[in-house]
């Protein structure tokens, strides 16, 4: 019998969600592109992932319906990738859809040659011609009929294509970074944020965390009080607005508008963890506790809904169940209503602006639907400020009925999980969480991050030292990525100053010296995304570019410099000035899209610390100095400590420069290093902190 369907044995949720499609569906896989050629036929590339509301549509629409699965089998070979599984795949055609049709999205539609040179490309396409958009009954006999008796013009197109990426990848220039372009970000900063609503750009509007962490640094290292109300606008917006979802907890992926009310209801696990660590920071910059509250609301969620029983974390959850997005959030009047006591019901709709006719207007026909998306209009505080009750009841009565709602809310179909984890998501959440273990002092956070790491040391690790990218149901596999080793090196990092084990330090400069060996570029610098020994697509490509999250690059060039510091390791130091150089030419025409990396290059322009902090292991001078370092926002200082009771810790090793700071007496005592010239020892905790004042 012949499998027409290819799909049903694999492992990501979101080929398995087409696996039974009447599309003949391949994997990415050798066969498929054999076949092309075998059959003379073109390939069409469909790229998604499991939580995307226009991937569903368009899946419903087309690939689930018997008459365009017809024509896509007669035409074409169908090959479906999930990005999250294979981003490499996803980052080459989605800059492929970019340099064709100006703009990028998913699902991404390519279509190319048996050589997997793409000659078409787009991104959700109807089932029927649509306001001037060509549908899938005509495009697909357009671009068969082409195929047939155009093929020199497919090729020339192809080569075009070809030519235009190969182009794109040698024309970075190597120039040195300058400190100005930090000024420079700051400026595109202010002229897109939103004065009103915070934010950046107009609708649709996502978090983009990386910018409010670059804000935090400009206003540490510049003074400038602006950049500090940009942040604290943003996320005070933020979590009052309709993007948080204020009974289960967490950030939905963004905003359909410019206020944060109306959500594209997805949550993903990066942005959990990019956004816990800019409230953080947010906390520690103002010690506002609003922040810290929000921080841990996030991890409340993350703890409770996306980690696994194994240890590591899920990817996301969708926007979609019962076949509507949103229909999970969202509430009626009368549902409120019978949940709720009449003095609650009050309150709850007075809060989160629950309206009997609704507040959410339905995309189709325009007019309210009688469902609400909870939202606030004002702080809770202002809110307070009206009623004649004191803050500490109302906050009790909001948990008693978040508890009542949150058990209804339950009882309904709840959106799919996408279950599979991801070696570099895991590692921002690993990030967050033992950081948030320091400024919050909360042990059951580092606990959940420590889990996970062990997790992916034995189960995405390789016997030959090699990360591998996802893990599902038992099967690890796919050659990790850059990302895959940057961001999990950066939660060790984090680990490391948490706990100041030392096994994490030297998991981590293993598993950088295997991130030079196998993505480094020998001429120009900078990392590939991937490696050199996998198998190679029609382009090898190394960027810097930012998106929702930080790049590869931006993090693994805030790794070298934080590990070159720490270590003193002059190699890292040399590598981190190249990468610096290597993207600075692309970085500086548009520096807001590359916030991540600025804010490296802003611990490498100087001046930058490390903290040394010595003493007995088990001593509540040395504890106390350590917590009060750790619980201050200071960006640009690194903090070791080195063990006075244990002559031969392993530290000493790995930090040579640690070895002749024995404190003074037996005193907890702390020297800031610059650049490993310590200056003064100190046993006074008070001058630590005005020294970074």
Known sequence: MTISNRLINEKSPYLLQHAHNPVHWHPWHDSAFEKSKEEDKPIFLSIGYSTCHWCHVMAHESFENREVAHLLNETFINIKVDREERPDIDKLYMTVCQVMTGSGGWPLTIIMTPDKIPFFAGTYIPRENHFGRMGMMELIPRIGKIWKDSRDDVQRSADQVLFALQRMEKETK??????????????????????????????????????????????????????????????????????????????????????WRVPHFEKMLYDQAMLAMAYLETFQATGKKEYAATAREIFDYVLTDLTSPVGGFYSAEDADSEGEEGRFYLWTDDEVEKALDPEEAHLFRMIYNVEASGNFVDETSGRKDGKNILFMSESLSETVGRLSIPEATVLEKIAAIREKLLSVRNSRIRPQRDDKILTDWNGMMIAALARASVILEEPAYLKAAERATRFILQTLHTEKGRLLHRYREGDAGIDAHLDDYAFFIWGLIELFEATFDTAYLKTALTLTNDMIAHFWDQKRGGFYFTAADTDPLIVRQKDAAEGAIPSGNSVALFNLIRLGLVTGNSDYMKRASVTGSAFYGEIRKSPAGYTHFLSALDLAFGPSYTIVVTGKKESKDAKEMIETIGRAYLPTALLIFRPTDEPDAEIITLAPFTKELSGIGEKATAYICDEHACKLPTTDITKIMKFFS
Request: a neutral charge; charged letters at 25%.
């Open 174 to 259: 190597t120039v040195e970074p300058e400190k100005k372009i930090l000024d420079a970000a700051y400026r595109q900063l202010v002229e897109l944020h939103d004065l009103e609503q915070g934010g950046f750009g107009t609708a649709p509007k996502f978090p983009t965390a990386q910018h409010l962490l670059f804000l935090l640094r400009y206003w540490k290292g510049q003074g400038i009080t602006e950049a500090l109300a940009m942040v604290e606008r943003t996320l005070q917006a933020m979590r009052q607005g309709g993007i948080y979802d204020h009974l289960g907890f967490g950030f939905h992926r963004y905003s359909v508008d410019n206020r």
